[in-house]
T-cell receptor, first 114, second 109 residues
Framework: GAGVSQSPSNKVTEKGKDVELRCDPISGHTALYWYRQSLGQGLEFLIY????????KSGLPSDRFSAERTGGSVSTLTIQRTQQEDSAVYLC????????????FGPGTRLTVL | QKEVEQDPGPLSVPEGAIVSLNCTYS??????FMWYRQYSRKGPELLMYTYSSGNKEDGRFTAQVDKSSKYISLFIRDSQPSDSATYLC?????????FGQGTILTVHP
């Protein structure tokens, strides 16, 4: 089925490098979320896109993190000058306009910063 | 204090046991309450959600919400090895969800 997809599934990078993580939401879903999940932790909200509204960036941990959503569909999360503490699983979720509380998650991107 | 508190476990039970998973919260603005299940190296998937206090049943799963005590529970009856996963409570308002830490559950045959 056409669920949420994320790429890459795994990313290993060196400290100080920039990385881009991609999320393809379910077709027609209007809302898109990014979360970070560290080992043994719950999901930490990062950013939220709803339709054409300005994104809610209140969860971004620093200005090294940014995200965009092009054409109301695909989203890219960019982390600049990566640090070891950025190592985590980055999860994307999309929501249908009619069910704003049921989030469908992708499998995540496992980021390791050496 | 975190807005949502969840005992991380781990919790290990024999097959057939009744499992109780719990979360407490501090934000009275939360309007809906959800339970997600996450298998290893997978994204979370929604199990149940509810808007009101009381019980909601779906097969072997029962979600319970007590808004006056700011406490939610998930009960799993006749637990199966396939129920082994991390269970995350989540609560929301205005489209944003706040997640608990997750409880790691293992059901052994």
């Amino acid at each position: 089925g056409a669920g949420v997809s994320q790429s890459p599934s795994n990313k290993v990078t060196e400290k100080g490098k920039d990385v881009e993580l991609r999320c393809d939401p379910i077709s027609g879903h209007t809302a898109l979320y990014w979360y970070r999940q560290s080992l043994g932790q719950g999901l930490e909200f990062l950013i939220y896109f709803q339709g054409n509204s300005a994104p809610d960036k209140s969860g971004l941990p620093s200005d090294r993190f940014s995200a965009e959503r092009t054409g109301g569909s695909v989203s890219t999360l960019t982390i600049q000058r990566t640090q070891q503490e950025d190592s985590a699983v980055y999860l994307c979720a999309s929501v249908s306009s009619g069910m704003v509380n049921e989030q469908f998650f992708g499998p995540g991107t496992r980021l390791t910063v050496l | 204090q975190k807005e949502v508190e969840q005992d991380p476990g781990p919790l290990s039970v024999p097959e057939g046991a009744i499992v109780s998973l719990n979360c407490t919260y501090s934000n009275s603005a939360f309007q809906y309450f959800m339970w997600y299940r996450q298998y290893s190296r997978k994204g979370p998937e929604l199990l149940m959600y509810t808007y009101s206090s009381g019980n909601k049943e779906d097969g072997r799963f029962t979600a319970q919400v007590d808004k006056s005590s700011k406490y939610i529970s998930l009960f799993i009856r006749d637990s199966q090895p396939s129920d082994s996963a991390t269970y995350l409570c989540a609560m929301g308002s205005y489209g944003k969800l706040t997640f608990g830490q997750g409880t790691i559950l293992t059901v052994h045959p």
